[in-house]
């Protein structure tokens, strides 16, 4: 009897396998962020630009805080 455990080989991944494998998840990742993207049409419900960040007003209504 031999005290050597029985292992099975397993050889790296071919680098085409990798390079597909890698292309494949770029493939997905690209669909879904494709997928999630919202269109807006400016005028439209969905268009916030009078919404805008205005940093005086920002600044009169935090610094208050901030000082005390």
Known sequence: ???KAATASTRPASP???RALAGAA???LLGAMALDTKVVRIGSAGDVRSAV???ADYG???FP???A
């Open 1 to 3: 009897m031999s005290a």
């Open 16 to 18: 085409a396998l990798r």
């Open 26 to 28: 770029v493939v997905v």
């Open 53 to 55: 960040f205005s940093a």
């Open 60 to 62: 009169k209504s935090e």
């Open 65 to 67: 805080k901030v000082q």
